[in-house]
């Protein structure tokens, strides 16, 4: 069993406004909202994953949402899967064999695309989660949006942005961390000025460090991470700014949890909780991840109506995977183990994106313009070695054993193939401001992307020692938006996608990709965003429906074949909204519905295909929520709770198997003791809940038990 630690008061992320003790305190006759606590309802402030003009998400026809940096660290969010799973509609779980999954709007995996300030890595396993330190804000389109950010993104984009050097003369900020399973945290910022004055400084630096250590609440389960973030911002001329930025990032796993098996016989999938910490993998399994970014990142404003700016990029990382996967009751109880997996990536990716922005008239009327090119090439080599090995032991008394004893895997790494795929995409998009009332938002991009994939094991007719495939997509966006007050308004909306075959080229294998074309989907959305009591409150409503068609299915007479009939519909509602209730109480929840179905889907189960018409996919929760109240007693004590609802899952096509419902509710307390230093603690899971983060085939990957925290902040 898990080596039992006494509750120790872990360390939580929390925000303050540190200028001085009035940061969260509020005028008996009026309330100001934006002073009583961090919201992740914000209207209008600009996004940029919702368009590449810089709108609002008021001026965006299109349900976005942005989680910055005060609302990060109010939350108390530890990494990136923490802020995406506190927004709108998001559940998202991060075990190593699906890197960063998320499911939203009905779709998971590639359909939802992750992006790393704007750049499209196009490949879920790279998108595992990052230390919330380093990072400035994330934010969310949902719905296709590949006239955006590429082909993909059927189902939505996340982007997540990292901390860049500011004008800010100095800042220096930390936080120390230490609680339940020896989960631990030193970070550090420092933002400085390379001059002795504001007006002599015309270069700033940024540094920010995290080192992060958990035992884990799984047994001989141990990670450890590490970020690094450097970011040089130079005026070179009143209108030509440069900044560098250099990320580094790593993780590392000794005996990663692959969940546990479940009890046989039942649809409702059920754990024994006697054994609810066991970790089945082997002793020396493995997940390590180091990743190494270098962006250079130009801006020159032409005129006050023109400017330019260019990102040129690199990403180089490597992954690697030592693991025993699957695990299963036998029918004498004993815990049958199997699926040795070998594993490395070795991934590059190098591109450059220029984007000009442009505001004029068009006959009398207002109108803004961006428009670019894109491209990016993705080089990646794969070493994979699968075993059909498998061992039966007793779940009370068993001794993991050693990755290096298993044959056919303990040969070392063999590099099988080698993939490039370039992409050129020319962009354009324009807001029109048709009345003082009413703006048309438009949006359109076209992408070429080639594929080139060299095989170095055995060679096939399904696995030929080289192939190439190229593909070219259009997609894009119309929109109107309509301003019903000044604090009110509606959209609409129509959007189109491209998405690749097998989700993702930087793996797939030639039967993957055959000669099959790219899917399309589409998606109607119609919406309201507004304010209300006087700025007291502000709400969202979206309601949508996606249809993703023409991905790859068995075909329905012959289970050997794969043929491009699949369809997938999604319709649903989002709502999200923020409340000052008193002037000391906030309250703001969120709340997503999705009716996710096949419309046309053929797998093969035992030899046969079988159709999945009317199914609901795997990992889709039709209901997920999110509540929080915040409370603050004066200017140096505030507290609050929150609670997370997530709906019930199918782990199989089918839908045979379902992993039950769940609740999640945490509470935290902070203290300001001064100007410059403020203490949290906060417990996660207050009620100790038994749940599946994720499930698949017979396992369960449960989330974390009841975790208690201590964090110290301070700010200078």
Known sequence: MIRQTSLVLLASTCSIAWADHSAIELSATSIDAS??????????????????????????????????????????????????????????????????????RGFTQNQVTQLFNGINLGYSSATRPVDAWVIDRVELIGGPSSFLHGAGAVGGS???????????QQTIDGRLRYGSFDDSEIAFGINQALASSPAEAHHFV?????????????????????SLALSLLSELTPDLTHTLAIEYQQDKEVSPYWGAPILPGRSTMKIDNGRRFENYNVA????????????????????????????????????????????????????????????????????????????????????????????????????????????VVDPDHFDPGSFGDIPGVNTGLTRQRHHQIDNRAVFAENRLQLTDRLALLTGLRYDYLEMQVD????????????????????????????????????????????????????AAT?????????????????????????????????????????????????????VQAGQQTSRGIELAGRFQVTPTLLAEANYAYVDAQYDEFNEAANGI?????????????????????????????????DGRYVGSVYADNANTLKAPAYTLFGAFARYQVDRNTALTARVRNLTDEVYAKQAYGLQYYMGAPRALELAMDVRF
Do not use: C
């Open 206 to 226: 940024r540094l920010d460090f995290s080192r992060g250590h958990s035992n884990g609440y799984i047994d001989r389960n141990e990670r450890d991470t590490d």
């Open 284 to 391: 020396d399994g493995r997940y390590e991840q180091r990743v190494r970014w270098l962006r250079s990142m130009l801006d020159y404003q032409i005129s006050d109506a023109t400017s330019v700016h260019n990102t040129l990029y690199h990403y180089d990382a490597q992954r690697d995977y030592r693991n025993l996967e699957r695990y299963s009751y036998n029918a004498a109880s004993n815990v049958q183990r199997g699926s040795p997996y070998l594993q490395r990536h070795e991934q590059t990716v190098l591109g450059d994106r220029i984007e000009l922005r442009h505001a004029n008239t068009l006959h009398g009327l207002s109108s803004q313009w961006a428009m670019g090119v894109d491209y990016s090439r993705m080089r990646q080599d794969l070493y994979p070695t699968a075993g059909s090995w498998s061992d």
């Open 609 to 641: 295909s079988v159709s999945r018409k009317g199914n609901a996919p795997v990992n889709v929760p039709a209901n997920v929520g999110n509540l929080w109240l915040t409370y603050s007693f004066d200017t140096a004590w505030s507290m609050g709770v």
């Open 35 to 104: 002073r009583a606590a961090p919201s992740g309802v914000q209207l209008d402030e600009p996004i940029r994953t919702g368009s590449k003009l810089g709108l609002t998400a008021r001026q965006t026809p299109a349900s976005v949402s942005v989680s910055d940096r005060s609302v990060i660290e109010q939350r108390g969010a530890k990494d990136t899967q923490d802020v995406i799973n506190a927004m709108t509609g998001v559940n998202a779980s991060a075990n190593p064999g699906y890197g960063g999954f998320v499911s939203y």
């Open 510 to 562: 030639y039967s993957n990709v055959g000669l099959f074309d790219l899917s399309k989907g589409e998606q109607w959305e119609a919406g309201s965003k507004f304010d209300f009591l006087e700025g007291r409150g502000a709400a969202t409503i979206a309601l949508y429906q996606i249809v993703r068609k023409d991905f790859t299915v068995r075909d329905s007479s012959n289970p050997n074949l794969t």
């Open 158 to 168: 996340i982007n997540y942005i990292s901390k860049l050097a500011s004008r800010d």
């Open 455 to 506: 095989n170095y094991g055995t060679v096939s007719p399904t696995s030929p020692a080289y192939f190439e495939r190229r593909w070219e997509s259009l997609s894009g966006r119309v929109g109107l938006t309509y301003e019903l007050t000044p604090s009110a308004s509606v959209y609409l909306q129509y959007s189109t996608a491209a998405d690749l075959p097998a989700g993702s080229l930087a």
